[in-house]
């Protein structure tokens, strides 16, 4: 049972415009969501995160936002560059666990 | 400050042999986290220590284990191998912000099962 699911396993966005990458969950008791970008052969690199008490929070040129009433989550990307492209992983957990349940991936691919 | 370092980055093994992979964490972080990278399963946790104890556990057979020593350093070891444990292997240290763990990642030891 996948808890936390990307339904789309790729993208294609051109430079300079908004990547939007979704991510969606099923487990309520989640409360803590972060977002990884992962190149081949390198472990993931921590993007951003939220707590379930927020519904958006912004780093740079990154911002996620929370719909918790649909268990929806979403990355936006303003403006997308090349070196954007990457595996984008989005990541729950449960309180203080440190145990992270992944998606399954979105490949970002920003066309110059 | 030093990222989560792994050793080895790359190994190839026989079925039915042992292999052990070590995690040297961010300094200061004390919790130290494993997952297995598949193309078939994705990222799955494995498990999770915390001074030096298992706090959590995945949903892997006991052949595969772990420890945490008094310098936060970890390893994990999987006995007789089988060709499905090919994967990269990933260690997270996690640090405590206001809200919720981050946790960051070491580069992976890429184990290859022949």
Redesign the interface.
Known sequence: DQQVKQNSPSLSVQEGRISILNCDYTNSMF??F?W?KKYP??????LI???S??DKNEDGRFTVFLNKSAKHLSLHIVPSQPGDSAVY?C?A?L???????????TQLTVLP | KAGVTQTPRYLIKTRGQQVTLSCSPISGHRSVSWYQQTPGQGLQFLFEYFSETQRNKGNFPGRFSGRQFSNSRSEMNVSTLELGDSALYLCASSLLRRDGYEQYFGPGTRLTVT
């Open positions: 409360d803590y972060l990884y052969a390198e472990g993931p690199t921590f995160s939220i707590s008490i927020k992983f990541a957990s309180g203080s666990a440190r145990q992270l349940t992944f998606g399954s991936g």
